[in-house]
């Protein structure tokens, strides 16, 4: 009777730690796209204010200096820095964030010689 018991409140708690696993797993990957968010929208308000700083002096991009896809690429760049370190931790996060299923028949065969004695 212990031994049901015990495999039932083994099923039970994995059933919790899935349970937690999969929220924490949501909030990473939420927490993962907010800041993909706060790139792009860094990016775009540095290149806004590129183009009003360099469209004021009246500088044209043509035949001088970036283009302005490189002028874009060197933001992206610039403004991933930060960032690259904070997916990578998330990433390692995601990849703990799991629960352990409990082995049912390995407990049992464990115990075969009390049950059946």
Do not use: C, W
């Amino acid at each position: 009777m212990g031994q049901v018991v015990s495999d039932v409140t083994e099923v039970l708690d994995y059933k919790k730690a899935k349970k937690e696993a999969k929220s924490e797993r949501k909030k990473i990957l939420e927490q993962m796209a907010a800041d993909e968010q706060a790139k792009n929208n860094l990016v775009k308000k540095t290149l806004a204010s590129q183009r009003a700083k360099y469209g004021a002096s009246g500088m044209s991009g043509a035949g001088r200096g970036m283009t302005e896809e490189a002028v874009l690429k060197r933001l992206r760049d610039e403004a991933e820095q930060p960032y690259q370190e904070k997916r990578q931790n998330n990433l390692e996060k995601l990849k703990k964030a799991h629960a352990k299923k409990p082995n049912l028949v390995k407990s049992l065969l464990s115990r075969f010689d009390q049950l059946v004695g």
